[in-house]
């Protein structure tokens, strides 16, 4: 079974960063699709990023200019730089991988991102 583990949350203040890594164990061939989703309290989960194992990325609105994902295939690590950080960012941030180019098979335990005005 291929598991998700995410670290890099915390508490930061507003325009600050964080860079948050995702790391699929478990996983004997490439995976297809690794992303990052985030849900705030009271609101949807969310679409932050995504990107395919080669290359190809996609931002919400949000996230461009700001937001950063990158992936080295060879240890299944997702990262998400995040700069200039806003209160209204903070949220449950998850990492998602999709293991057969269709939706979202799997999903890590979140971690939280706190950030202060």
């Known amino acids: 079974q291929v598991k998700l583990v995410e670290s890099g949350g915390g508490l930061v203040q507003a325009g600050e960063s964080l860079r948050l890594s995702c790391t699929a164990s478990g996983s004997t061939s490439e995976i297809p699709v690794m992303g990052w989703s985030r849900q705030a309290p009271g609101k949807e989960r969310e679409m932050v990023a995504n990107?395919?194992?080669?290359?190809?990325?996609k931002y919400s609105d949000f996230a461009k200019g700001r937001f950063t994902i990158s992936r080295d295939n060879a240890k299944n690590t997702v990262y998400l730089q995040m700069n200039s950080l806003k209160p209204e960012d903070t949220a449950v941030y998850f990492c998602a991988a999709d293991l057969n180019w269709g939706e979202y098979d799997i999903w890590g335990q979140g971690t939280q991102v706190t950030v202060s005005s």
């Open positions: 990107m395919r194992s080669d290359g190809t990325t």
